[in-house]
Nanobody, 125 residues
Framework: QVQLVESGGGSVQAGGSLRLSCAAS????????MGWFRQAPGKERAFVGG????????YYGNPAKGRFTISRDNAKNTVYLQMNSLKPEDTAVYYC??????????????????WGQGTQVTVSS
């Protein structure tokens, strides 16, 4: 089992920034590629981006490209999502997920093995 706990969500005005963190415990962190997803009310869970096991490769969904950055600190068992230039349409619950021995580019929720509880991000105009 892997336990994932997100933090760093909150309310911000459009154009602002937030950094989300996801702390992992329970298994060897480097066995897992990590992904970030988001889900807005009434919408499906959507891929934000992913990062490979050692952090050498990152992948982004279209809404995140050029504005969001994923990184990981394997010494701290933590993955981050830096979000800049936030827009109201970025409002959603953000989830981190772990994919055993994955590459980080998997963009479907069913490809991930473990999930955090989510953290709310609200962007006001």
């Amino acid at each position: 089992q892997v336990q994932l706990v997100e933090s760093g969500g909150g309310s911000v005005q459009a154009g602002g920034s937030l950094r989300l963190s996801c702390a992992a415990s329970g298994r060897t962190f480097t066995n897992y590629a990590m992904g970030w997803f988001r889900q807005a009310p009434g919408k499906e869970r959507a891929f934000v981006g992913g990062i490979s096991r050692w952090g050498g490769s990152t992948y982004y969904g279209n809404p995140a490209k050029g504005r969001f950055t994923i990184s990981r600190d394997n010494a701290k068992n933590t993955v981050y999502l830096q979000m800049n230039s936030l827009k109201p349409e970025d409002t959603a619950v953000y989830y981190c997920a772990a994919d055993a021995y994955g590459l980080g580019r998997q963009n479907r929720p069913e490809e991930y093995d473990y999930w955090g509880q989510g953290t709310q991000v609200t962007v006001s105009s």
